[in-house]
């Protein structure tokens, strides 16, 4: 029979020292959250006392989900922190747990441990305070850069050091919820945005966001109006600081990538003092994929990559549909599978991107596009580190330099060039079928020259979310507000999308296709917005835009892909782009396969 820990309970309530206690489990309940992830509350026994106020941190609840935690089993508590809550209840929090002996072979309770009543026993006596720690004073950008490079990835035991002032203890990141008053964490930035504005009906305002870890785990945290002033120009990242007086509420996934189920939002008590002691917390956290591993992610999944910039554009210049100018800058990364994507910079990490001696390039949160096969885009919530300091960094390094830098490598992201060559795709519509493109486990992408010879109007239009960054449809509330299920909200107006169907034709054959917002748009010769109001307003005048886009011939860029639906298997063709034809490109292009074929 395991002999558990007597004592352990008494010492961990009170925020003792208890090293990898041996504890049974009695009883386990879950408890559901109003609007967060479900908790689970456990009955532990140390074989003299009994306690039921023990919870499983979030990121353990698959252990209780599927059986692996049982009654009766008896557990390795490896990690642990005891959290005072606001009514002064004390809870322990598990971080860590491993059973090491099932239910089965234990039979039944060991012992006969009694329930323990705070007040029992007193608690070890709290520590001297610290010295004071010197106000948050501005520190070199570039100073805190190199230090994330050079403490990239490290770690070391983690250690629960008292704060400044002694007012509560450092406790980990993933025990963090709602129902705490009291804590401090202690934690170093990895990525602090910009500040953004907006001016509404409500007024105006502004906010920043950063991301901080250490060795538990990681979380967003947002400043608004008044912190923006005191916190933005202050923090840095790389730098360690003790956090305290945030509010905990649950993660908006649309915004954040991070494993973690909350969010964190300073406010007018909130604290933040630099750590002078900082050798032990880890920096960005980063679970790297080989790019050749990209084709089997899904669109708009998130992942950590490493690799050589192979290619680097020269930064170019959009206008958003706000009228918001960007910079944006593409750049190849190749790693040791020989594969090639492209990514997309944006913004200041575009304009100051420096590509120069083909560095290492990490990237984490790094979005996954089916732009042209599969490419990346790294937005403002994304971490880029040049030549970090990790050992991955340097086996990618020394392989470049030995043999990568002779390999062309496979490009994952279609060539994007005129109408008339480069490595595009060319097929005409019959090659499409008798290739079979499509069948296969992926998705195939071809370019062809095609004539519109049917569009579909009707339900080519549909009412969506005005939110900027979500296309859902919206459901009319019939009272002059429009739902939105996507981002749970009404608004009191919506925005028109497009889905056109349309059947394209070349000299041999046909195919119905699919054109979303820009290609549709570009095929109508009009915006969404101004078909929306024809159709409310002149249905006549809706008609003969959709005539006059007849018979019109375009360079189309398709995805192929066999999808099945009601035991129905069948081709389905996306347009990814719209171009008009180039002819001189296109007779160059004709005259080099008449060339081909003749000899």
Same mark, same amino acid.
């Given at each position: 029979?395991?002999?558990?820990?007597?004592?352990?309970?008494?010492?961990?309530?009170?925020?003792?020292?208890?090293?990898?206690?041996?504890?049974?489990?009695?009883?386990?309940?879950?408890?559901?959250?109003?609007?967060?992830?479900?908790?689970?509350?456990?009955?532990?026994?140390?074989?003299?006392?009994?306690?039921?106020?023990?919870?499983?941190?979030?990121?353990?609840?698959?252990?209780?989900?599927?059986?692996?935690?049982?009654?009766?089993?008896?557990?390795?508590?490896?990690?642990?922190?005891?959290?005072?809550?606001?009514?002064?209840?004390?809870?322990?929090?598990?971080?860590?747990?491993?059973?090491?002996?099932?239910?089965?072979?234990?039979?039944?309770?060991? #012992?006969?441990?009694? /329930? =323990?009543?705070?007040?029992?026993?007193? &608690?070890?006596? +709290?520590?001297?305070? %610290?010295? !004071?720690?010197?106000?948050?004073?501005?520190?070199?950008?570039?100073?805190?850069?190199?230090?994330?490079?050079?403490?990239? #990835?490290?770690?070391? /035991? =983690?250690?629960?050091?008292?704060?400044? &002032?002694?007012? +509560?203890?450092?406790? %980990?990141? !993933?025990?963090?919820?709602?129902?705490?008053?009291?804590?401090?964490?202690?934690?170093?930035?990895?990525?602090?945005?910009?500040?953004?504005?907006?001016?509404?009906?409500?007024?105006?305002?502004?906010?920043?966001?950063?991301?901080?870890?250490?060795?538990?785990?990681?979380?967003?945290?947002?400043?608004?109006?008044?912190?923006?002033?005191?916190?933005?120009?202050?923090?840095?990242?790389?730098?360690?600081?003790?956090?305290?007086?945030?509010?905990?509420?649950?993660?908006?996934?649309?915004?954040?990538?991070?494993?973690?189920?909350?969010?964190?939002?300073?406010?007018?008590?909130?604290?933040?003092?630099?750590?002078?002691?900082?050798?032990?917390?880890?920096?960005?956290?980063?679970?790297?994929?080989?790019?050749?591993?990209?084709?089997?992610?899904?669109?708009?999944?998130?992942?950590?990559?490493?690799?050589?910039?192979?290619?680097?554009?020269?930064?170019?210049?959009?206008?958003?549909?706000?009228?918001?100018?960007?910079?944006?800058?593409?750049?190849?990364?190749?790693?040791?599978?020989?594969?090639?994507?492209?990514?997309?910079?944006?913004?200041?990490?575009?304009?100051?991107?420096?590509?120069?001696?083909?560095?290492?390039?990490?990237?984490?949160?790094?979005?996954?596009?089916?732009?042209?096969?599969?490419?990346?885009?790294?937005?403002?919530?994304?971490?880029?580190?040049?030549?970090?300091?990790?050992?991955?960094?340097?086996?990618?390094?020394?392989?470049?330099?030995?043999?990568?830098?002779?390999?062309?490598?496979?490009?994952?992201?279609?060539?994007?060039?005129?109408?008339?060559?480069?490595?595009?795709?060319?097929?005409?519509?019959?090659?499409?079928?008798?290739?079979?493109?499509?069948?296969?486990?992926?998705?195939?992408?071809?370019?062809?020259?095609?004539?519109?010879?049917?569009?579909?109007?009707?339900?080519?239009?549909?009412?969506?979310?005005?939110?900027?960054?979500?296309?859902?449809?919206?459901?009319?509330?019939?009272?002059?507000?429009?739902?939105?299920?996507?981002?749970?909200?009404?608004?009191?107006?919506?925005?028109?999308?497009?889905?056109?169907?349309?059947?394209?034709?070349?000299?041999?054959?046909?195919?119905?296709?699919?054109?979303?917002?820009?290609?549709?748009?570009?095929?109508?010769?009009?915006?969404?917005?101004?078909?929306?109001?024809?159709?409310?307003?002149?249905?006549?005048?809706?008609?003969?835009?959709?005539?006059?886009?007849?018979?019109?011939?375009?360079?189309?860029?398709?995805?192929?892909?066999?999808?099945?639906?009601?035991?129905?298997?069948?081709?389905?063709?996306?347009?990814?782009?719209?171009?008009?034809?180039?002819?001189?490109?296109?007779?160059?292009?004709?005259?080099?396969?008449?060339?081909?074929?003749?000899?």
């Amino acid at each position: 029979m395991v002999q558990l820990s007597g004592g352990a309970i008494e010492t961990l309530i009170n925020g003792g020292n208890a090293p990898d206690p041996t504890l049974q489990l009695l009883n386990i309940r879950r408890i559901d959250g109003a609007n967060g992830p479900a908790r689970y509350r456990l009955k532990m026994s140390d074989g003299v006392h009994s306690l039921s106020s023990f919870m499983l941190c979030t990121q353990l609840n698959p252990m209780a989900e599927d059986n692996t935690l049982v009654q009766n089993c008896v557990c390795l508590l490896k990690k642990s922190v005891t959290n005072t809550l606001k009514d002064g209840r004390r809870v322990v929090i598990i971080m860590d747990i491993e059973v090491v002996q099932s239910a089965e072979e234990v039979g039944g309770p060991i #012992g006969d441990p009694t /329930p =323990y009543s705070e007040g029992q026993s007193k &608690g070890p006596q +709290s520590a001297p305070n %610290p010295p !004071a720690v010197r106000p948050l004073q501005p520190q070199n950008l570039n100073d805190a850069n190199r230090g994330l490079n050079r403490d990239f #990835g490290k770690k070391a /035991p =983690y250690a629960m050091p008292s704060t400044p &002032g002694g007012t +509560s203890k450092v406790v %980990p990141i !993933a025990s963090l919820n709602p129902y705490q008053s009291k804590w401090t964490i202690r934690a170093r930035v990895t990525n602090k945005n910009s500040i953004r504005t907006w001016s509404n009906s409500r007024g105006d305002g502004k906010l920043f966001s950063m991301e901080i870890v250490d060795e538990s785990g990681e979380i967003r945290v947002t400043g608004f109006n008044q912190e923006v002033d005191k916190f933005y120009s202050l923090i840095e990242t790389g730098k360690v600081y003790h956090i305290s007086k945030g509010t905990l509420k649950i993660a908006n996934k649309q915004y954040s990538s991070l494993k973690n189920d909350y969010e964190m939002t300073l406010n007018g008590e909130s604290t933040i003092i630099p750590c002078e002691d900082s050798g032990d917390v880890p920096v960005v956290k980063c679970d790297f994929i080989s790019i050749g591993d990209l084709e089997a992610r899904d669109k708009d999944a998130i992942v950590d990559v490493i690799g050589v910039c192979k290619t680097v554009d020269e930064v170019t210049r959009l206008t958003t549909k706000t009228s918001r100018e960007v910079s944006k800058r593409t750049v190849g990364l190749m790693d040791m599978s020989g594969k090639v994507v492209t990514v997309t910079l944006w913004g200041e990490e575009a304009e100051k991107f420096d590509g120069s001696g083909q560095p290492i390039l990490a990237i984490k949160g790094a979005k996954v596009s089916d732009f042209g096969g599969r490419s990346l885009s790294a937005s403002f919530s994304s971490t880029l580190m040049i030549n970090p300091d990790i050992p991955e960094a340097y086996k990618l390094r020394g392989w470049y330099d030995k043999e990568g830098h002779a390999m062309d490598g496979q490009s994952l992201t279609e060539v994007r060039g005129g109408s008339g060559g480069g490595n595009t795709n060319w097929k005409t519509l019959t090659d499409v079928k008798t290739e079979h493109l499509g069948h296969g486990e992926k998705a195939d992408y071809f370019s062809c020259i095609a004539t519109i010879v049917y569009l579909r109007k009707e339900n080519c239009l549909y009412q969506a979310c005005p939110s900027q960054d979500c296309n859902k449809k919206v459901v009319d509330q019939q009272n002059g507000m429009y739902r939105c299920e996507k981002c749970d909200k009404e608004f009191p107006n919506f925005k028109y999308r497009l889905i056109l169907s349309a059947n394209v034709a070349d000299y041999a054959d046909n195919q119905w296709v699919t054109c979303f917002q820009e290609s549709a748009e570009a095929i109508l010769g009009q915006n969404a917005a101004y078909l929306g109001q024809l159709k409310d307003s002149n249905e006549a005048a809706f008609d003969e835009v959709f005539q006059q886009a007849n018979f019109n011939t375009f360079v189309f860029r398709n995805r192929v892909k066999l999808e099945t639906y009601n035991d129905e298997s069948r081709i389905k063709a996306t347009v990814m782009d719209v171009k008009p034809v180039d002819h001189k490109e296109y007779s160059k292009r004709l005259i080099m396969n008449i060339r081909s074929l003749a000899a």
